[in-house]
């Protein structure tokens, strides 16, 4: 004789099991939230120098990894290599400071999902004594022209990171090809070139966050700034996982929302205020570059 009593408890059984199974593929397929770990644990970020060098990664950092539960592993280099990184589909995300080079990479599909996240500016910083008498001009390729007429010591990245390509296109502004004992590249990121350059008392082109962090180390003034040329304007962008499948796409989205949020804007908005009495970076979320006129 047929137990139904028996029947039933086993197909609620298994249904309660097949529920289980369904559900707990549907977590795996889902972004990690607050709490949870995620799959594929790591996201590598390619960023710009500065982003390092300014201490920002340090307030960043912690934040980002227990609101997302993954471990960021930077590649801080400069933006030309980052960006190369990520037309290789060696990266799952970047933020880099070159929108030009930026939006060539974009339109090649290597990259999607770009959003400006924050700004500051660029300095022109020089030994005190000021051989080229830039001190105080208001026209940054004006600058770099009396730099190169009295051959004063200028040192360059010369790694092309976004800082580079700003620096090499005001030489072209100013009909200027640089050469001789007078320029010098160090291929460093700027934390480095701007040691070097203070060393040697050079002139050097620096970004703001960089040189305010490292300050107390320099004898270097700034001697020229306010420029709208001299804008620096960061991005973060995720590597096209259509076109490079093994990218975690899941992680880089949690990386971009995260610097985009309010909690990530705060953190972005505090940094060095603290410290040195003013923020290091203005956010940007929300605003593209048509809002600065590009």
């Known amino acids: ?40 644990k790591d996201v590598i970020v ?15 950092v912690p934040a980002i990894e227990k609101k997302t539960g993954y471990r960021l592993k930077k590649v801080a280099v400069g933006t030309g290599q980052a960006l190369a990184l990520a037309e290789k589909g060696e990266v799952d995300a970047l933020f880099v400071n070159s929108p030009k080079a930026e939006r060539k990479v974009l ?14 500016d660029f300095v022109i910083v020089g030994p005190d004594a000021d ?6 001009k208001k026209n940054a390729v004006e600058a770099f022209s009396l730099i190169a007429k009295n051959q004063a010591l200028f040192v360059s990245r010369g790694d092309d990171s976004g800082t ?37 008392l050079g002139y050097t082109l620096a970004d703001r966050a960089t040189y305010i962090f490292q300050q107390k180390n320099l004898s270097l003034p700034i001697l020229v ?7 620096n304007l960061y991005h973060v962008m995720e590597v096209n996982s259509k ?34 009495k003013q ?15 590009f």
């Not at 203005?282 to 809002?291: F, I, M, P, Q, R």
Request: proline content about 4%.
């Open 225 to 231: 700034q306010g420029d709208k040329k001299l804008l």
């Open 279 to 293: 923020p290091l970076f203005y956010v940007d979320a929300g605003k593209t570059e048509k809002d600065y006129g």
């Open 1 to 40: 004789m047929i137990n139904h009593r028996t029947v039933r408890d086993g197909c609620v059984v298994s249904l309660l099991a097949i529920l289980c199974i369904s559900f707990g593929s549907t977590l795996v397929n889902q972004e990690p939230t607050l709490g949870q770990s995620p799959v594929k």
């Open 164 to 200: 580079n390509k700003l620096e090499k296109d005001l030489w072209k502004q100013a009909n200027i090809t640089p050469s001789g004992s007078w320029y010098q590249q160090t291929g460093s990121g700027m934390g480095e070139t701007l040691q070097i350059a203070n060393q040697k």
């Open 46 to 60: 390619a960023m710009t120098t500065s982003i390092e060098d300014s201490g920002l990664l340090d307030d960043l």
């Open 107 to 120: 339109s090649g599909g290597a990259v999607i999902n770009r959003h400006l996240v924050m700004h500051n």
């Open 243 to 276: 076109k490079f499948p093994r990218v975690n796409s899941t992680g880089a989205k949690a990386f971009i929302n995260f610097v985009l949020s309010p909690e990530g804007q705060t953190i972005i908005a505090a940094h060095g205020k603290k410290e040195f």
């Open 131 to 136: 051989k080229a008498k830039i001190r105080g």
